[in-house]
């Protein structure tokens, strides 16, 4: 199965419904990748996988409040990242949803 890279990232306001909805927007991503940074996670996806995560984020997410940028990467992209102090992104064997 082919996956491409998705780099997610987020950025949410800092309130009790922003915190309740980050929470779960965390646990959603948990589920399709790896945290790498504080908003920031990177996950190998199928099409499939990536419309299943398209729609989780649009059922948590407030669009008026909230951002939400996915960067799509293929294998060129993975192979020229650049890392220091950390691994380059490597696929991981399972997906937990």
């Given at each position: 199965?082919?996956?491409?890279?998705?780099?997610?990232?987020?950025?949410?306001?800092?309130?009790?419904?922003?915190?309740?909805?980050?929470?779960?927007?965390?646990?959603?991503?948990?589920?399709?990748?790896?945290?790498?940074?504080?908003?920031?996670?990177?996950?190998?996806?199928?099409?499939?996988?990536?419309?299943?995560?398209?729609?989780?984020?649009?059922?948590?997410?407030?669009?008026?409040?909230?951002?939400?940028?996915?960067?799509?990467?293929?294998?060129?992209?993975?192979?020229?990242t650049i890392t220091y102090g950390s691994d380059k992104p490597s696929e991981r064997d399972t997906i937990v949803i």
């Amino acid at each position: 199965m082919s996956s491409l890279l998705y780099l997610v990232i987020y950025d949410l306001p800092y309130d009790k419904a922003g915190n309740k909805r980050r929470n779960r927007l965390h646990k959603l991503l948990s589920g399709f990748g790896k945290w790498t940074q504080y908003s920031v996670f990177e996950c190998f996806l199928s099409d499939l996988q990536f419309a299943k995560l398209q729609v989780g984020i649009q059922k948590i997410i407030k669009p008026n409040q909230d951002s939400v940028r996915i960067y799509v990467l293929d294998a060129t992209a993975v192979k020229r990242t650049i890392t220091y102090g950390s691994d380059k992104p490597s696929e991981r064997d399972t997906i937990v949803i």
